[in-house]
């Protein structure tokens, strides 16, 4: 299984589950929902979530992603995008996501199996 990973809210994440789909806070500015792969992740929280409580990682699977997902990016270094709203079916675990005590985020043990 191929996974991507994208960072939320806890609240977020809850109400896209009752919805059985999930925006994030991009797709409609944007036309995408931004993700990461877990070499990517751990520096895009510390660059956009720094200071957040309340984060939930979702770890979701490629292969059951019904938009479209595009690796962009400059270089070697390409983030998934996410080309519509999310099927809540996809997202096969979600992990609480928390800031040490200096306030860094570290990759969380369960992502690190």
Known sequence: MKTILHITRRAE??????????????????????CS???QVV???????QGQPDLVI????E???QPEIKYEGSGNNLFPHIYGALNVE???????FEA???GVFGLPPE???
């Open 111 to 113: 992502l690190a199996e």
């Open 58 to 61: 979702l770890v979701i699977d």
């Open 37 to 39: 792969t877990i070499k």
């Open 100 to 102: 040490g005590a200096d």
């Open 63 to 65: 292969s059951l992603v």
């Open 13 to 34: 994440w809850a109400a896209a589950k009752e919805l059985g789909t999930y925006r994030g806070n991009t797709l409609d500015a944007e036309g995408f929902i931004h």
């Open 43 to 49: 520096g895009s929280a510390n660059r956009f979530f």
């Open 90 to 96: 996809a997202v096969v675990r979600s992990i609480d």
